[in-house]
C-alpha cells in the first residue's frame, strides 16, 4: 500500500461531497512581506495601517490575492493533481478581508461532472470556500478542471454542468468591512489623483513597466502558498526541462504593474474569471496594460468599483491587443482576468 | 593586529571550555514566512495556530528545524571556520518548542579531541546547547568536526573521545508541552489517515515530489540562519566555482518532501544522526524517501514516535536504495538522517 | 489622457515646493527576516531583542538601512524617474529607530536646482524627510540627481546651489533612544571584543568575506522597499539587457560584511556621503573593507562613534585601494560610502 496521494481522478469524484482540504494556513506579517519582495506592488490600502484605518479597517488587511492563492493552493491535490489542463474560474468573491494572524481553511464542494467524449479524462466542477478561524466566509469561487480517469472503462458519471455567472453583479459586490468608506481618502499618499468618474468604459491602460521573473521568485511565491503542482517546481516534470511558472504568479505580477494608473484601484472584490492564454517562464519579462469594463457607484459613499479587464504581455506590446484575426489571443498574451475593484469616487 | 575572526585551530580548542557564540536571534513569523516560502513544508501543527492548539499548544511553532539551523549556524565562526570536514552529528534532542517572540542563544562545550596521525589536524568534539529568553534548554546536540591546526608543530593534547549514543531512546524523547496530545487531531486537516500502528518496520516510503533547487533559495536560507561559511555563498572559495549548498538546507528540503506519506509526522523529537553522502549544487532536483527503523508508543495517551531513515537523492531513484554493493553511499545518495519523529496512534 | 505616472521633468522642479511622496509603508518583523536572508548581517542590535534591551531600547529596531531604503524608494516616482544620474547624497541622519509596527512616510523638499550648460538636463536637491506614524522624525537626508528636460527650450530656473556639510558633526549625532547606553554590553554575544579606543584612525580593516550576488536577491530586496527604477527588474530597460543591481543593496550587502572586524559598530548614525563608483551585476561577488577616518567620544557614557570609509569591491583586492594614479575609483570599486556608527567606549 503506498501511503503518498496519487491524487484523485475523474472516477473518484461525485456530484455534492464535499472535500476538505488539508493545512489550514494561518497568515502574518512575514507572507506579506514577501508579497511585497516578489511583486512591485505599491497599493497603500495593503501597505500602510495608518492608510487603513483612514478607509475604516482597523488595521492593514493582507493584499487579497495573498488569500486567493493560499486557498487555491489548498485545492491543488485533492482537485487537480491529474489535471489536464485548469479550463478557468469564475464567481470568485472576496467576503472578508484577511489580516496578520487570521488562518485560513479550504473545503471544496463537487459542483459539476461531465465526462469527455474520448473517454479518457472529464470535466470537474468545483465551488471552493475559504473560511477562517471564526467560521467566516473569506472566498468563494468556482473553477473547473479537466482530470485524467484513472481507468477509461470506468462508467461515465450522469452529466451535471452548473450555470455560472459570467460577471459578480455589482449589486452582489461585498466590502470588506460595515466601515469601510473612502472619506477621508488621502490620494497624494495612495499616489494618483482618479476617482470611479475618470475612468470611462473602454478606455485603456498601458501599465508600462516591466518585470523580467527569476526562477527563485517565482518557486517561492507558489511554495509560499503551498501550492503542490510538480510542474513549477521540478525541471523533470516536463519534457522540455522548463519550470511553468504558476498562473497565480502572473496575475499577482500584473496586478503590482497596474498600479502605474490604477493606483486607486485599491481593494479586488470580484474575479469575474481568467484564462492563462500561454505559458510563462523564468527569463520572461512581464508587462500589463487594463481595460476599464465597467463602472459602478456603491450603496456607500464614495465608494465605486470598476470591472476591469487585466491582461498580461511576455514583452511589451507596441499597442494594447488580445487577440489575433482568427479571434484566438495573441501568443505573447499570458493572461486575460476580469476582475471588480473597489475605487473612491 | 587583524580585527576579524581567523577562526580556531585544533590547538585553540581544550576539553571543558566552553564557547559562548555570538549574536542571539529573535525568531518570528518572518522566519516561519520564508521557511515556507523557501521549503515545500505543510505539516499542520506547523502551519496553523489553531492546529496547534487542539494538539495543546498556546500557538503554532516555528519549525523545528528552524531552531536547528540557527542554533547550529552560531557555532560554525567559532567552531568550524577552518574546518576540513564536519563528521557527524548526534544525541540532538529538541526539548521545547519555538514560538514567534522567542530568543535563541548558543554556546557550546568541548567535550572530545583527537589529533590526527598526520599531525596537521584533529577532531573536534563540541556539545551545544541553544536556550530561549527565559534560560530553558531548547535544543542540544554533539557535533565533530574536523580542524586544521594552525602550526602542525603544535603538540598534541591529551586525547578525549566521547562515547555517543547511536540513538536517543524513545524514552528519553521530550514532548513540546505538558498539555500537547493528538487527542483533538483532525487527520483530514492534517492530510493523511495514518496512525503510528499504519507504520511498520522496515516500511519503505517514497515521496514522489522533487524540487530542483535555484541559487538564490540555499543562499538565502543558510544567510537567514545567519550560518557564515564562505562555500555557500562565493563563488570563488571553492576551486571549482561552485557554491555548496548547507547540508541543512537538504535535510529541510527532503524534511518537506516527506510530508507526501509522513503528513503525520509532525514534531521532530530528536536527531540521531546524519551524513551528508554527497555534495548538492543548484540545478540538483532534490528527491526523498523515507524507512521506517523503529516504532514507539509513549507515555502520553494519543502519542507514539516514528523512528525514520530520510534519504534525499539527486535525481528520482527508480528503487530506493542506499548504498552500492562497496557498502558505500551511492553517488546520488545527498543525505541520509535518523530522526524520531511524533506521531498520533 | 494618460494615467500613469510619466515621472518629473526639470522643469517641473520650483525651489522650496513639497512633494509628498505616495505609498506609505508599515514596516514588519517580515521585513527583518527578509532583511536577514537577503544579507548576511549579525549585528546583536538588531538580531536580538534582549540584546537590545540590555542597551536601553523596548525591543530590536530593524536595521537602520530598511529605513533608509524604504524612505529612499518612495522618493524615487517623484525625483528620479527621469533622473540621467544620482550624482550623491549628503547629511543623511538618523534621527529615530524603526520598530517593527511603524509606518515610514516621506516626503520631500526641492532646495536647489542649476541648468546645466547643455540645456537639456538640470541638476535637483532635494531635501527628503521621513516620518513615522506619530509624526516624529525618522530620517533625513539630501540627494542632487541630474534629471532631464522634457522641453530643451524652456527657460532657466534661478540657480539655487544648496551648501552641504562634508559631514555630520560627531555633536549632531542623535541616539537611538534617550534611554540607549552600552554599560550592560555583552561582548562575547556582540561577537568581537573592541572598543572605541581599540579603533585608530586611518585604520584599514578586511572584512575577508565575499557574497556573490544572485539575480533573484537584489530584485526582492529593491522591491522590498517599493524602489520602481526600471534598470533593477527589467532586462528591456538598458541595452546590454543587464539588471542593474540597486546602489543601496551595494551598500547593504557591504554593511553586513564590515560584521567581521566592525561587530561592535552596532548603529548607523549618520551617512556623509556615498559614491557608487562602478555598477554591480548579478553574478559579482562582493568584498568590503573599511577604514576608520575618525573617533569620537559622544556626551554618554560608554558611547562612542566611528567615521568609517566603507568599501565594497567586485573580486577581492589584494590591498585596500580606492583610487589609482590618476585619482579616478579603480574599475573594481563599486561604493565608497563615508558614515558614522556608534561603539561602546
Redesign the interface.
Known amino acids: 500500500m503506498?501511503?503518498?496521494?496519487p491524487g484523485r481522478f475523474f472516477e473518484d469524484f461525485s456530484v455534492g461531497e464535499t472535500l476538505?482540504h488539508?493545512?489550514?494556513?494561518?497568515l502574518?506579517?512575514?507572507?506579506?512581506?514577501?508579497y511585497?519582495?516578489?511583486?512591485?506592488?505599491?497599493?497603500?490600502l495593503y501597505?500602510?495601517?495608518?492608510?487603513a484605518r483612514e478607509c475604516g479597517l482597523p488595521e492593514?488587511p493582507l493584499e487579497d490575492l495573498v488569500g486567493f492563492h493560499v486557498a487555491f493552493g489548498k485545492t491543488v491535490?485533492d482537485v487537480s493533481l491529474n489535471a489536464v489542463a485548469n479550463l478557468g474560474y469564475a464567481e470568485c468573491r472576496f467576503l472578508a478581508p484577511v489580516f496578520?494572524?487570521d488562518?485560513l481553511?479550504t473545503s471544496s464542494e463537487v459542483i459539476g461532472l461531465k465526462q469527455n467524449s474520448n473517454g479518457r479524462t472529464g470535466i470537474v466542477w468545483v465551488r471552493s470556500t475559504a473560511r477562517n478561524?471564526t467560521g467566516a466566509d473569506v472566498l468563494t469561487w468556482v473553477r473547473w478542471v479537466m482530470v485524467r480517469k484513472r481507468d477509461p472503462e470506468a462508467p461515465a458519471p450522469a452529466e451535471t454542468v452548473p450555470e455560472l455567472a459570467a460577471a459578480v453583479a455589482a449589486e452582489d459586490l461585498v466590502l470588506p468591512d460595515d466601515n469601510f468608506g473612502f472619506q477621508n481618502y488621502d490620494f497624494?499618499?495612495?499616489?494618483?489623483p482618479?476617482r470611479l468618474d475618470?475612468y470611462e468604459v473602454g478606455e485603456v491602460?498601458?501599465?508600462?513597466?516591466?518585470?523580467?521573473v527569476?526562477?527563485?521568485?517565482h518557486?517561492?511565491?507558489t511554495?509560499?502558498w503551498?501550492n503542490?503542482a510538480?510542474v513549477h517546481?521540478?525541471?523533470?516534470?516536463r519534457e522540455d526541462g522548463r519550470?511553468l511558472i504558476y498562473g497565480g504568479h502572473v496575475i499577482s505580477l500584473a496586478r503590482a504593474l497596474s498600479f502605474?494608473?490604477?493606483?486607486n484601484a485599491q481593494a479586488i472584490a470580484a474575479i469575474n474569471g481568467g484564462s492563462h492564454a500561454n505559458p510563462c517562464f523564468a527569463g520572461d519579462?512581464v508587462y500589463a496594460w487594463s481595460e476599464v469594463l465597467d463602472t459602478a457607484a456603491l450603496d456607500v459613499p464614495g465608494v465605486g468599483a470598476l470591472r476591469l479587464r487585466l491582461v498580461a504581455t511576455k514583452?511589451?506590446q507596441e499597442t494594447p491587443r488580445l487577440r489575433g484575426e482568427d479571434g484566438k489571443y495573441l501568443p505573447e498574451v499570458l493572461l486575460d482576468l476580469d476582475y471588480w475593484a473597489l475605487v473612491p469616487r
Open positions: 503506498t501511503k503518498t496521494n476538505v488539508a493545512t489550514p494556513r494561518t502574518t506579517e512575514g507572507d506579506r512581506a514577501l511585497t519582495a516578489l511583486y512591485p506592488t505599491r497599493f497603500a501597505s500602510s495601517d495608518p492608510f492593514s491535490p496578520p494572524g488562518t481553511a478561524q497624494d499618499l495612495a499616489g494618483e482618479y475618470d491602460i498601458d501599465h508600462v513597466d516591466g518585470a523580467t527569476a526562477e527563485a521568485e518557486m517561492m511565491a511554495r509560499l503551498q503542490t510538480k517546481f521540478n525541471t523533470e516534470a519550470r502605474n494608473g490604477l493606483a519579462t514583452g511589451r
